[in-house]
């Protein structure tokens, strides 16, 4: 009998220890109100490229992304992928002609962003603030990697410059 009171008691001041413990405030802004008006993407926002009268859309590489919830925590998210050269392996290049200009579409605009060549052996050629086709010919890798005040993230392509 004395055992299982014994059992009982601690049981008890367990469950009192763990539910003390739990933390079930909401996180307030400056104010001391909820912050329910945070307007923040919740991934890497969306690239198109816009060459002559064509869409394309990047492939979404590696990235590093925060934002806040309503509540006022928040969220990081860090995605790592193969290089760009190994994920263009399974995809066909898109053919365009070198004179064509190319325009880059960001669902959110960047604080900045540059344009990276890469070889089939994973090595970066050149970088650039902008890409002129008519500079390169044949197979080619691209890759933008783009910065924005939540993160940065990188975007590939595989084109076929005639």
């Not at 405030?25 to 329910?36: G, I, K, S």
């Not at 690239?47 to 990047?58: A, F, Q, R, S």
């Not at 050269?85 to 325009?103: F, G």
């Not at 050629?125 to 890409?131: C, T």
Request: proline share 4%; with cysteine.
């Amino acid at each position: 009998m004395k055992f299982s009171i014994k059992i009982l008691t601690l049981t008890i001041i367990g469950l009192i220890a763990i539910i003390g413990c739990s933390d079930n405030t909401q996180e307030t802004n400056n104010n001391n109100e909820p912050n329910e008006n945070v307007s923040q993407l919740r991934k890497p926002p969306n690239l198109y490229m816009v060459v002559g009268e064509e869409t394309i859309n990047p492939v979404l590489g590696s990235h590093s992304w925060t934002f806040e919830h309503s509540d006022g925590t928040t969220e990081s998210i860090e995605a790592d992928s193969y290089s760009p050269s190994i994920i263009v392996e399974m995809r066909e290049p898109q053919k365009v002609d070198a004179n064509t200009d190319i325009s880059f579409e960001f669902e959110t605009t960047p604080k900045t962003y540059q344009a990276r060549e890469w070889d089939t052996e994973h090595n970066v050629l050149g970088s650039n603030n902008e890409l002129d086709l008519s500079i390169h010919e044949g197979k080619k890798i691209f890759e933008i990697l783009a910065s924005w005040e939540q993160g940065t993230a990188s975007y590939v392509f595989y084109l076929d410059i005639e």
